[in-house]
């Protein structure tokens, strides 16, 4: 055949029909050779993911060949109009072209020169934003930094200097303005410092590895105004070394200072046992408490693996997988939900399951009425295909929306509780009645199936008592005027020990408990300033470490245990999310370069990311782009290890999935960032 003497067929494998199989990804695609080619060019294309295994070198050979079809293609006359008409690749207003035409690139043969048709506004608007996509596309730029603060601040910067303007240079933004803005997010630092005296922090110990003998510990600090990030330590030569970990646990909270440490939030990545231990043996007024969120992501994958509840997301995924991968039922499906996507990327794995079954339980007359559609009967190509038919049984098969229905039941309750405490605000105060709720909800449906019920509730009463509970959630429910003064509250006897307990470690001698009986009688009867109207009607409304401040003076000794312990947060998740930069920037190659200004590096990125999270208020639990490597999308016959999470191993769970889904589809191991 004609078409095997194409040069690319030596990147594929052809299999049957019109499909063929890259040699890099090993990926299955649709349409022959020609989608080959857009795959492995890593260049934008409408319904063809880019490969995240081709080399460099295969890829500009790729992007070339490209190129040279798109110049046969134009005629004679067109060819000569072009040349006639080219200009420089640029902004409007610029007098410097983007590349110098002696040498175009792939890129400009592609992406071929607009020439504006005079000097309005709008041609100057198009002009602007073409040469910036040209810099993300050249540059390899996650699309999600357009949606940056920061990007649009830039953007207004520059166009108040107008024509001329020179950016500053590598040595520049290495060297100055990396000193410059580090200083300024010193001064944040410090300001957010003075209010641990009163409030106390939480010490967040975040782990990553990364398959390779490769272990980070990243330190943050937590407080009502908001989350600053310390350092990241590379702990990989001793990560099971728990005399060494101790040492460094140590050095980090005489940093912040013992007596401003409440709690030390840990998850089970790596030796937490000897850790905390250490701590618990050598600071007496110091918690150490389990990641809720990363509890609450484990009783969501166990719910995800009872039977019935795994066929349910099995057959869900099948849809999904039907309509994001064939670029016409995708539009057809956009028509038919106004624009909206089926599915949702979670910052887990076992989130995503169970937001993306809600979401399609929402369209589930849409998606009927979809597949029953003359358009799809008479115009989609796919309607007789027999995955075509699977979904269309799946979707007019009543005991699969009765399985969805169940399912979206029985894990909302949590996924609420999740959300409320990762999303980076004091929740420890409210974790307990949460999860006491979360439970409750689980007996009320199952009120008539006790099997069912027995199920759940035991996959969650053993990740509470084993992982989740702690006694200052208890301690903290307790101090809670919203669930102090709640007379439907059944569960204050049974946390009173807890609190107890934790009032003798936080108060160790007897005279800084002098007192304090009273007081807790002050407070439970509601005495005092607890009970003049405003404490009343603020119960429900402020913040329980709020409320504290301005109506516990009756009770001034547990005023002050109170504002520290309900100041704190109970979850390291919702910061999880920034684990790219960290792969990039510890990588083997990033270690070449001066380790100061990496250090420096890395304080800014992760101070200036979690800033802008406590500035906007998003879901904490989703993304806004669909992961396109995901298990509700991909489709191959061999799955890739850069799928998913599968690639980073559980202690990556909540990392931002939409860089890594972007790096794996545009990065190479050995790509730079920042150009350092």
């Not at 409750?440 to 989740?468: A, H, P």
Request: hydrophobic letters at 35%.
């Amino acid at each position: 055949m004609v078409r095997e003497k194409d040069i690319c067929w030596e990147y594929a494998e052809k299999l049957d029909g019109n499909k063929v199989r890259c040699k890099f990804c090993l990926r299955v695609l649709n349409g022959g050779i020609s989608r080959l080619k857009h795959h492995l060019s890593r260049l934008p294309s409408k319904g063809v993911n880019p490969c995240s295994k081709v080399r460099d070198d295969v890829t500009d050979r790729v992007r070339a060949i490209i190129a040279s079809k798109e110049d046969v293609k134009e005629t004679p006359i067109g060819k000569k109009q072009r040349v006639a008409e080219a200009k420089p690749v640029g902004i409007v207003c610029s007098s410097k072209s983007l590349m110098p035409l002696e040498t175009p690139s792939p890129v400009t043969k592609v992406f071929a020169t607009m020439t504006p048709m005079g000097n309005s506004s709008l041609n100057n608007q198009e002009n602007a934003e073409r040469s910036i996509a040209l810099f993300f596309f050249e540059n390899k730029l996650d699309f999600a930094v357009a949606r940056s603060s920061s990007y649009q601040q830039m953007i207004d910067a520059v166009g108040k200097c107008g024509p001329g303007f020179t950016g500053p240079s590598a040595e520049a933004l290495k060297t100055m303005w990396l000193d410059r803005i580090k200083s300024e997010v010193n001064v944040q630092s410090k300001d957010i410092e003075k209010e641990w005296a009163m409030t106390g922090c939480t010490i967040i110990a975040d782990t990553w590895t990364d398959n390779k003998s490769k272990a980070l510990i990243n330190f943050l600090v937590s407080s009502p105004s908001r989350t600053f990030f310390l350092k990241s330590v590379d702990t990989s030569s001793n990560f099971k070394n728990t005399k060494y970990l101790a040492d460094i646990f140590d050095s980090v909270i005489q940093d912040i200072g013992t007596e401003n440490v409440v709690q030390i939030i840990m998850d089970s990545s790596f030796n937490y046992t000897g850790v905390a231990n250490h701590i618990l043996q050598n600071y007496g007024t110091i918690f150490v408490s389990p990641c809720a969120s990363q509890s609450l992501n484990i009783i969501l994958e166990e719910f995800s693996k009872v039977d019935w509840v795994n066929r349910c997301i099995l057959q869900a995924q099948t849809i999904s997988k039907f309509i994001y991968n064939n670029a016409s039922m995708l539009d057809l499906m956009k028509k038919f939900t106004g624009g909206l996507e089926l599915i949702r990327t979670g910052i887990t794995k076992y989130v995503s399951n169970f937001l993306s079954l809600q979401s399609i339980l929402k369209q589930r007359s849409r998606l009927k009425h979809m597949f029953n559609s003359p358009e799809y009967s008479t115009s989609s190509p796919y309607a007789n295909k027999p995955q075509s038919l699977s979904c269309i049984s799946i979707v007019e098969d009543n005991d699969f929306w009765r399985a969805v229905e169940e399912s979206v039941a029985i894990s909302e309750p949590f996924l609420k509780v999740l959300r409320e405490v990762s999303g980076g605000k004091p929740a420890v105060g409210s974790i307990y009645e949460l999860m006491t709720r979360a439970k409750e909800s689980i007996r009320t449906y199952y009120i008539m199936d006790e099997n069912k019920c027995k199920i759940f509730l035991d996959i969650v009463d053993r990740n509470w008592r084993g992982q989740l509970h702690s006694p200052l959630h208890s301690a903290a429910a307790f101090l809670n005027p919203s669930i102090q003064y709640n007379p439907e509250i059944k569960f204050l006897g049974s946390i009173k020990e807890d609190f107890f307990n934790v009032l003798e470690k936080l108060l160790p001698t007897p005279d800084t408990r002098r007192d304090i009986t009273t007081q807790i009688l002050t407070f439970s009867r509601a005495s005092g300033m607890f009970g003049c109207k405003l404490a009343m009607e603020a119960r429900e409304t402020v913040p329980p470490g709020l409320w504290w401040e301005q109506y516990g003076d009756s009770a001034p000794v547990l005023q002050r245990v109170a504002i520290r312990i309900l100041s704190q947060v109970c979850s390291s998740f919702s910061f999880e999310r920034h684990w790219s930069t960290f792969q990039q920037i510890h990588s083997e190659k990033r270690n070449k370069i001066d380790k100061e200004s990496l250090n420096d590096l890395v304080y800014i990125s992760y101070n200036l990311k979690l800033a802008r999270t406590k500035s906007v208020e998003a879901d904490p639990l989703q993304f806004d782009d669909i992961d396109m490597t995901s298990e509700w999308v991909e489709e191959s016959e061999h799955p890739s290890p850069h799928q998913w999470l599968d690639r980073f191993g559980s202690a990556l769970d909540g990392s931002d999935l939409n860089t890594r889904q972007f790096s794996a589809s545009m990065f190479s191991s050995n790509d730079p960032i920042f150009g350092l």
